[in-house]
């Protein structure tokens, strides 16, 4: 067992190994629990990195409110263009988590070789999901207001024959970022 999975066992969190398809290392805080990779090595820089920075988010509840975080983070991740607002508050709580796992890992002497480019790769991942997000909505009302502005008829049309080209409209953005998605995780 390496240091890092001894000091979460010492908070008293469950580590378990999750089998699913997001191959993500995650803190669930209801549970106290950390999940991670069903194959991944525990014992290489970047499995224990991701582990102090799961736990870092494990003292973060400790330190300030846990329901209030809780709330926070639950509006941060929602799955709706309103959690938009919501983004400085996530990347507060993804920065203090990787300088929280900095300090563990150092505690607990870890190498830290390689913990910047690893921590700066997971904050990106939220920046560049935020950036295709607004790119979207963006995008979406740029269009709709050029066919708006440019084409007066559009809007006198009878409202059946408009809706196919509203979704079409609607569906180019999104599957552009759809595609940007794909290319920007496969150079990671």
């Known amino acids: 067992m390496n240091n890092i999975v001894a000091k979460i066992t010492e908070q008293g969190l469950l580590i378990e190994k999750d089998y699913g398809i997001q191959k993500n290392f995650a803190y669930h805080s209801g549970g ?9 090595d525990l014992n290489k820089p970047k499995a224990m990195f991701a582990l102090a920075h799961e736990l870092g988010h494990h003292y973060q509840r400790q330190h300030f409110s846990k329901n209030l975080l809780d709330s926070f983070s639950g509006l941060a991740r929602m799955n709706h263009w309103f959690h938009l607002f919501f983004f400085p508050y996530l990347l507060w709580e993804e920065i203090d988590a990787w300088i ?5 890992c150092r505690e607990a002497k870890v190498s830290l070789k390689g913990f910047i480019p690893i921590a700066l790769r997971g904050l ?3 920046v560049k999901s935020f950036i295709c997000q607004i790119f979207t909505i963006v ?23 408009v809706i196919p080209t509203i979704v079409f409209i609607m569906l180019i953005p999104l599957i552009m970022t759809f595609f940007l998605r794909i290319n920007i995780h496969r150079r990671i």
């Not at 106290?32 to 991944?40: D, G, K, M, R, S």
């Not at 929280?100 to 563990?104: G, P, Q, S, T, V």
């Not at 995008?139 to 024959?161: G, Q």
Request: proline fraction near 2%.
């Open 32 to 40: 106290n629990l950390i999940t991670y990779p069903a194959f991944e």
């Open 100 to 104: 929280r796992a900095w300090k563990i």
């Open 139 to 161: 995008l979406t009302i740029y269009i709709l207001a050029v066919l708006i502005v440019n084409d007066i008829d559009f809007i006198h049309e009878s409202i059946i024959s």
């Open 124 to 126: 990106f991942s939220y």
